[in-house]
């Protein structure tokens, strides 16, 4: 009797294969950054410090372990921006504009991944959307490169050199990377209040979500008289400003007395707006944040941690579930069952998935703080701040990171890379295909808190 072997194939769901393409990316990032010709003469380059700063790009955190501008020329730069494009606007919708370019089909498959690289809960249109969030995106860096190339004229001495400038910050900005080229982040310009304008403008514009932008353009655009915002985009951008606002009156009180009291009162408002708006995912700073005292850097951890919205170019939790968290805790506290805002009802689905992502996230940095508090020689409070800035993919730091070992490094690569795919892609990795259930035990309430 003859025996038939069967091959089973491997069928990876869509999260699996996102993250295997944004592994790709990594290694992809790694080689080009890795390229001699994109480094100064004489720069130290080893594999851990390509890797790191590869993720760092990918995630768009802006955490380095060398400087940016000592290690990179010219053609470093340029290779480091087109990374950051990757990373921020997603590989599938860059994915898809290469696809559309060489004539392939966008099938089945690929609209799957497409929704779940992009937190879409709907096949329709996404092929549009896709072109519409990347022509968008283009044309917002294209204006700051414009408008800070000329303005950087009155800082570097030619127009290559002040073009330059203005196309990097413009592009790391508007993708929330954090990274530099200035060699001191914008500390620079802590007293140019336009450029910190400018920046703030493309960071909000990158970090407030893809589908928030695409409404704000077909308002702008429609012709009906009244035009109905989503509830996503009702609650994200609501969330997204309140932080902000709160963030910067936080910080002005907490330092009032400290760090501000030798300094003007409009130095101090923009100093605690800039720090409360770049937090959430900006990675760009205007002085060392080491400076402030430790509530304030536990504030700025906070927002970090929360990161900016769903759908954006930005990591933490995201803003979206900070807001059902509190939402939660309000309506309990009320004795409502259900939670309701802006004439909507919450999903009960959606609620359990916030405090999910939201547990998740606990548990992933809290472990990430004891391993790094285990392995390096740090106070909690820095560490803390580091494991915030990676998972919220910030890229603030207090000045560990490029003292971390080894071990250390590998932790934070870890974070940068889960606070890119996201809390959810990385349970539904190991999450087995839904089963419905064929039977339920009856039912016992058990005594809570």
């Known amino acids: 009797m003859k025996r038939t072997r069967r091959i089973r194939k491997i069928r990876l769901t869509s999260v699996q294969m996102i993250v295997l393409f944004y592994l790709g990316a990594v290694v992809m990032a790694t080689t080009l950054l890795s390229l001699p010709f994109a480094h100064r003469q004489g720069v130290d380059w080893s594999f851990i410090d390509a890797l790191f700063t590869a993720v ?36 599938m919708t860059l994915g898809t504009f290469i696809w559309l370019l060489v004539g392939k089909k966008i099938g089945l498959r690929e609209r799957q991944l497409i929704m779940t690289d992009q937190n879409r809960t709907t096949l329709q249109g996404l092929v549009k959307i896709m072109r519409e969030i990347l022509v968008l995106i283009l044309i917002i860096e294209a204006i700051g490169t414009l408008i800070l190339g000329l303005y950087f004229l009155n800082y570097f001495s030619t127009w290559q050199e002040a073009f330059m400038q203005g196309f990097f910050a413009s592009v790391s900005a508007t993708t929330n990377a954090g990274f530099d080229i200035t060699g001191k982040s914008l500390i620079p310009f802590a007293h140019d209040y336009f450029v910190q304008f400018i920046n703030m403008i493309l960071l909000i514009l990158g970090a407030i979500g893809f589908p928030v932008l695409l409404e704000i353009k077909e308002y702008l655009t429609s012709k009906e008289r009244k035009y109905q915002f989503s509830l996503f985009t009702r609650l994200t951008t609501a969330t997204f400003f309140i932080l902000i606002v709160v963030g910067t009156v936080l910080i002005l009180l907490l330092e009032w007395n400290h760090f501000y009291k030798d300094k003007t009162w409009h130095e101090a408002l923009f100093y605690s707006l800039f720090q409360s708006v770049t937090s959430r995912n900006g990675g760009l700073a205007t002085l060392d944040v080491s400076l402030y005292t430790e509530p304030t850097q536990l504030v700025l951890s906070v927002l970090m941690f929360i990161g900016a919205s769903p759908s954006s170019v930005g990591g933490g939790i995201r803003t979206t579930t900070f807001a059902i968290i509190i939402l939660s805790i309000y309506t309990f506290a009320k004795g409502n069952q259900s939670i309701k805002v802006f004439r909507r009802e919450l999903l009960a689905e959606d609620i359990i998935k916030a405090f999910v992502v939201f547990s998740m996230a606990i548990i992933v940095c ?71 259930e064929k039977y339920h035990y009856p039912k016992e309430q058990i005594i809570i808190g």
């Open 56 to 91: 760092s790009a990918i995630s768009v955190t802006g955490l380095t372990v060398v400087s940016t501008a000592e290690t990179f020329n010219t053609a470093g730069y340029f290779i480091l921006a087109f990374v950051l494009q990757f990373g921020g606007i997603g590989i």
């Open 366 to 436: 809290g472990t990430a703080v004891v391993a790094l508090m285990v392995i390096e020689n740090f106070p909690l409070m820095p560490v803390l701040f580091e494991v915030c800035s990676a998972f919220g993919t910030t890229g603030l730091s207090m000045g560990i990171t490029a003292q971390l070992s080894t071990p250390g490094k590998i932790i934070i690569i870890l974070l940068m890379f889960i606070g890119r795919v996201g809390i959810l892609s990385f349970l539904f990795l190991i999450r087995g295909n839904i089963v419905k």
